[in-house]
């Protein structure tokens, strides 16, 4: 198995420009996490779904933040506009349902907003 | 909502030292704990975790750690470190709803030769 993938893994753009973030999980995992890393705040989940559903979004900032799952296979995170302080690393995770299964994590987008 | 303190940000060892990274979780209710490493340039992948029974959990690569309810503790052990477990150790929680994890801020874990 190819594992969790994300593209692109390093983004760098200007300020107030859009920027789409995109995840493919493990094929038969049921659960999808989007996470964002910054050295202030550590490791922070932001939304995840079930079955394509968005269960929790109370991580996300603000509405400039938004995440798509339209199938099983496919996730995006878009931000839009984007500000220098959305700078950071963003990881997509997936797992299956059972709720001691793990979640696996994928290498991560770094983006920069300059 | 539960959550999880680290206390150590950054910590250096040499090699073939003894590591024990502290982790405090805030629920005293049941608890589903990890202990997650990220080498540099790679993505996060689980060490060990804890959800019932036998409150030592041994993990991958040598790794153990001790859940103490009476503490709210679950520190990462390692009897002997080696250069390749230079990485960020992160504990994680899962929370009280649904399979979410709330993560601690992360141990920046460097072994020096």
């Known amino acids: 198995d190819a594992g969790v993938i994300q593209s692109p893994r390093h983004e760098v753009t200007e300020m107030g420009q859009e920027v789409t973030l995109r995840c493919k999980p493990i094929s038969g995992h049921d659960y999808l996490f989007w996470y964002r890393q910054t050295m202030m705040r550590g490791l922070e989940l932001l939304i995840y779904f079930n079955n394509n559903v968005p269960i929790d979004d109370s991580g996300m900032p603000e509405d400039r933040f938004s995440a798509k799952m339209p199938n099983a296979s496919f996730s995006t995170l878009k931000i839009q506009p984007s500000e220098p302080r959305d700078s950071a690393v963003y990881f997509c995770?997936?797992?299956?349902?059972?709720?001691?299964?793990?979640?696996?994590f994928g290498p991560g987008t770094r983006l920069t907003v300059l | 909502a539960q959550s999880v303190s680290q206390h150590n940000h950054h910590v250096i060892l040499s090699e073939a030292a003894s590591l024990e990274l502290g982790c405090n979780y805030s629920?005293?209710?049941?608890?589903?704990l990890f202990w997650y490493v990220q080498y540099p340039g790679q993505h996060l992948q689980l060490l060990l975790k804890y959800f019932s029974g036998d409150p030592l959990v041994k993990g991958i690569k040598g790794f153990e750690a001790e859940f103490i309810k009476s503490k709210f503790s679950f520190n990462l052990r390692k009897p002997s470190v080696q250069w390749s477990d230079t990485a960020e150790y992160f504990c994680a929680v899962k929370r009280d709803s649904g399979y979410a994890l709330n993560f601690g801020k992360g141990t920046s874990l460097l072994v020096t030769p």
């Open positions: 629920y005293g209710g049941t608890v589903n």
């Open positions: 995770a997936s797992s299956i349902g059972f709720f001691y299964n793990e979640q696996f």
